[in-house]
């Protein structure tokens, strides 16, 4: 098989493409023939980079932390997947041979890409039950960007925030992974009115293409003064942040109306905000951080994706080949959207 190795941390340069010995599905494992890997900024750039030290990375490594495919063989004890099954795999999992169902597997665990062989690969073995069933009708390029970004937004809004029909939810960072995702559950899973807010004009109005019924452009408007006039004077009832951008969210907050809820996985613009405490406890407003997701939700995404509700933001689709390109077309451009490496393309 053709597979990306990295042999040691460095430039894009050092995402070398080669031909590897098929890998054989050990028992309880699965192979996948993937068709999708995305492309992360942290797990896959700046750990190529070599500043993720802390997650142990073992080298040599072939990267790549999610894939979207098809089941192309079958380990020993595997009866719950068929060869031809669509699947999508990601994140952490046991490093040596376990049941079908993972049962008394108390072994070490690794993400695959980072301990474990990744996606960015024609093939790729995963243990049987951190692998999930694809509906039929969901293109492996969206399969894997849901998985990777929308249980996180499902989570807060949904399990998290208890957003209701009717509800004005402000989403941050609209043209953004967890924001784009954010901005289409709040409205087509909720049922929410939705604000979205971004740091440019081109960026609020993608948060109107992807559905919100307002835009704020936070560097040409008040965002609070914006908010109290949208909700008639009453503020939103949601803010979905994962920003802790200390010159925006002081005066989002402020926005937030009586019982509001505001909830973050993420604060890579900041990550100290000074809040106001008087609006926090006259207005009994909630701050939950939640990172993460529940397995449970997967599922829920994947139909709904299928169903049209959720729309993968994909900027790119690119072969296997150009993996150190989409490397170096993130590394150029801190807005670039998501980026799939697609191994069935030349
Ligand atoms: N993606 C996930 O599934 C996931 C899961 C768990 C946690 N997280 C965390 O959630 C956060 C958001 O993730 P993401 O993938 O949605 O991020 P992203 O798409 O890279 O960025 C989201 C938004 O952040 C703003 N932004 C970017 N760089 C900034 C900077 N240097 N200073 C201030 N604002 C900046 C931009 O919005 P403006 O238009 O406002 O500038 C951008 O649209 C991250 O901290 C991430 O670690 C993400």
Redesign the pocket.
Known sequence: MKAIVLHAFGPPENLSYESLPDPAPRFGEIRIRVHAATVN??LDVALRAGTQGHRKPVLPLIPGVDCAGVVDALGEGVTCFKVGDHVAAAGGMPLNPCPEDGAGYDGPQGMMGIKRPGGFAELVCVPAFKAHSLPINLDFHAAAVVM??CP??WNLLVNIAKTKPGDWVLI????????AVGIQIAKNICGARVIC????GA??EAGLALGADHAID?TTKDIRAELLRITGGHGVNVLYD??A?PK?LPQAFLGLGEGGRLVT?????GPVVPIDFFHLYDHRITIQGM??SRASDLPLCFQAAAEGKIKAPIAHVLPLSKAAEAHRMMESD??M?KIVLDPTLD
Request: no cysteine; glycine share 26%; hydrophobic share 35%.
């Open positions: 900024r942290v990777r970004h996180t937004a941050m960072g609209a043209s953004g992974n967890l924001g807010a971004a740091g440019s960026r609020a936070y994962n920003i951008n925006v996985a993420g604060a890579h613009g990172p993460g801190p807005g959207g």
